[in-house]
């Protein structure tokens, strides 16, 4: 990890569990579930083709303390950094030695011109 300031807050969230509707459907938007102080930091975006329409990604990674709700998380939720809503692409495993968990984040900007 990178310095160890952690300095700006990410929320993760978490698709609500509502009642069935009658047709199965019992997951509803994404809620917030947690708010914690992590390190951010951007890397160089890269572009992505996608049934044939070219399309930016922004890809990032946070550092988020190790706890009982930070080792919860996984690549079915979402983060908010930024008031920006990233993907969570991949969950690393806890860093004891650190005391940090990595997740990397995705987040696509459109079709590319």
């Given at each position: ?9 990410v ?8 009642p ?5 459907n ?20 890269r572009q992505?083709s ?6 930016d ?10 706890n ?33 968990i ?8 459109g079709?590319?011109?």
């Amino acid at each position: 990890m990178p310095g160890s300031l952690m300095d700006k807050r990410v929320v993760i969230l978490r698709r609500a569990v509502i009642p069935d509707d009658g047709a199965g459907n019992t997951r509803g938007d994404f809620e917030p579930a947690g708010n914690i102080w992590c390190q951010f930091h951007t890397q160089p975006g890269r572009q992505i083709s996608e049934g044939g329409a070219a399309a930016d990604l922004v890809v990032a990674s946070v550092y988020v303390r190790i706890n009982t709700f930070t080792l919860s998380i996984t690549s079915a939720d979402r983060a908010r950094v930024l008031s920006q809503d990233y993907a969570i692409v991949s969950v690393r495993p806890p860093n004891r030695k650190a005391g940090t968990i990595a997740l990397r984040l995705g987040r696509e900007m459109g079709l590319a011109a």
